[in-house]
């Protein structure tokens, strides 16, 4: 294997160093290069000149190229290869698909006409260059076959589901509507989450849903044991008629949200969120309708409607206790898809409004797919080995 040569990275910190931040684009050069060039060491096994027997082709010099970043144009030498072998440097390959979205967007409504001088500043500082409505449909079109690959690709068996829809607003028909992202995620058997599907459309009706679900089966997802969601009249449905053999629980952060609308004075509000996470928290299941029958009494007289409240929803949290203890922190709620919400809107809301359901799709889907990269390449996210308490 080709050993990593660093001593060329100097240069780029001695740039950093003799001019400050004016210094990042030719630092910028000299790293890309450098990595590339080492990149390329790896795949060819050895190193310039090298003679060993696990050589797999031959370096082949240079190739000028330009990258078009936010730090401006950088001049960098792309290296070659011969003899057979393919190679392209990953740190170009990869382009960060999210921010290739986000731009293509942004190029859409510049071209479209729907776009304002703020959108226009915008599209210049992330792209630091003006666009043609030619090169945003040949870069668009590349974009969403390599998406749509991924939003189809084959799924295997996965125990535990977790889903999730936000809104977005977008025009259809000269109007202004929000537009619904559901979102699938799941862990594999051996631990890893990734990100299933994503589908956009008018509402979270049942029929969304139940499309959406039914496109996961379609695709190969099966062995789904567990599945956590908010309580949603279409999903809950989509769910009995898609995975009804499935356990459900209820989002215990949305029963809290929940909970609150129901809490008649402001200074209660602390107390009620504690009895709460004291009867979602409890080791066991004996211990939690103890605790639930215990609260609803207790509020039965200063706050009627929590009480009702709390005897007929917070049942919808117990099918956690089904776990085995060291997976219900991480299943009691939709947390990990909360967190892929909070990403998707950190760049959407540079939009505010999409010029089509196409424009959003592509750019959430774009966020996920890198993000399931992450996972699925990154440490496991729970244990299921039953030694270790882990499975349900």
Known sequence: MAQVQNNKINPAIQEIIDSGLEGMREAMVIMFNQAMFIERSQVLNAQPYERTDDRQGYANGFKPKTLKTRLGELPLMIPQVRDGVEFYPSCLEKGIKSERALRLTLAEMYISGVSTRKVEKILKELCGLEVTSSEVSRATKLLDEELEKWRNRPLGKCKYLQLDARYEKTRRDGRVLSTAVLVATGINEEGYRSVLGVS???????????????SLKERGLHGVEYVV???????????????????????HVHLQRNASSYV???????????DISAILTAPDIEEARNLLNKYVKKY????????????????????VFELKKPLRSKMRSTNMIERLNREIKRRTRVCSLFPNEESLLRLVSAILMETSEEWESGKKYISLDKNDGGGL
Do not use: Y
Not at 233 to 251: D, I, P, V
Not at 264 to 274: F, G, H, I, L, Y
């Open 200 to 214: 956009t459309g008018i509402s979270e009706a049942e029929i969304h849903w139940r499309k959406f679900l039914l």
């Open 264 to 274: 008649p004075r402001v200074a209660m509000r602390k107390e009620v969120a504690t």
């Open 300 to 319: 039965s007289k200063t706050a009627s409607k929590l009480s009702e409240w709390m005897a007929e929803n917070i049942p919808d949290g117990f099918a």
């Open 229 to 251: 969601s908010d309580d949603h009249e279409g999903l809950r449905k989509a769910l009995q008629t898609t995975f009804g053999s499935a356990s459900w629980n209820r989002c």
